[in-house]
């Protein structure tokens, strides 16, 4: 089995091209390529705004370019990648497109794009079925994410588009195409409030289950933390994927890990070393099953 990680977190420290230097140093045979600096969500208005980023530039496909080149001259390929949210934000759409065309231009053969959390399964479908035709075109499968929502006044999640097993399966249902697929968060799925476990989820989602955001957290808050540092348990987690033959990457979404450790963009590469050692020891035990 192989792992891969998000690059955002360790971009943040080093800049894009650096982050995936360093991932291949680290270990992983893959990276995880974040595109959340493509836009500028304002909540309040529910509308975005281009950035200065490359991404959000006329000279977007030949950056991309560079940072697949990258890799490979490193050693590693995209495997996946995250398209910009939220997806309600007016004028979000042309850039859900754009993240498909650069996921198809870096190499990657999955597109992760969260859905509406306040939308039915139903309601959702229609997002994807607008994008399901350029998806086609550029042989990129869409993959829709288990969601939360926060309870503010009881300090728990609150349940949102495909955080419950059966509403994760009536997504995949209510598209029902071999390019629309599933990437289980397995923090999310672990959080306090929302029915569910991942467990759960990954016996309910079977075969669409392709593509894993693997972080830890106190089955409480959002931690996006380091696998094997805080509470979930893992070994629950990597006897379900065996049993459903899982085939994808390991890929990891600790987001918060580097910053809550104090490394700096001197000291990022152990701490993505650690971060590949975390995702090494899930993959050892899968094959160990």
């Known amino acids: 089995m192989k792992i891969s ?26 990276f995880d390529f974040s595109m959340f600096s493509m836009v500028q969500p304002n909540y309040a208005t ?15 496909a030949s950056y991309v370019k560079k940072l697949k080149q990258i890799g490979l001259d490193n050693g590693i390929v995209c495997n996946q990648s995250h ?28 597109c992760i794009i969260h859905p509406d959390n306040y939308k039915s399964a139903e309601e959702n479908a229609e997002m994807y079925f607008e994008l399901l035709p350029l998806a086609k075109e550029y042989n990129v499968k869409i993959a829709t994410e288990n969601m939360w929502n926060w ?16 509403d994760f399966v009536a997504h995949i249902k209510a598209v029902n195409d071999p390019y629309f697929v599933a990437c ?23 075969d669409s289950l ?12 959002d931690s996006h933390q380091i696998p094997f540092s805080m509470q979930i348990d893992f070994d629950k987690m990597v006897k379900a994927l065996k049993d459903i033959g899982y085939k994808g990457y390991f890929t990891l979404e600790a ?16 701490g993505v070393k650690r971060m590949a050692e975390s995702a090494r020891k899930l993959t050892d035990m899968f094959e160990a099953f």
Request: with cysteine; net charge negative; charged share 25%.
């Open 210 to 221: 392709q593509a894993l955001h693997i972080h830890d957290n106190d089955m409480w808050h």
């Open 151 to 166: 309870d503010r006044e009881a300090g728990q999640a609150l349940p949102a588009a495909c955080s419950h097993h059966d």
């Open 255 to 270: 987001v918060s890990y580097l910053k809550s450790e104090g490394y700096t963009a001197e000291t990022a590469l152990e």
């Open 46 to 60: 529910r509308t975005v705004s281009p950035t200065t980023h490359p991404l959000s530039s006329a000279e977007y």
């Open 184 to 206: 289980l968060d397995i923090g999310h799925a672990e959080m306090k409030g929302l029915d569910t476990d991942t467990e759960k989820m990954i016996h309910k989602l079977g």
């Open 5 to 30: 990680t998000e690059i955002d977190s360790i971009s943040r420290l080093v800049g894009e091209e650096k982050a995936i230097e360093l991932v291949a140093k680290a270990g992983f045979d893959a």
């Open 83 to 110: 398209a910009p949210f939220p997806s309600y934000c007016e004028g979000m759409i042309d850039y859900l497109k754009r993240a498909i065309e650069c996921t198809a231009i870096a190499g990657g053969e999955i």
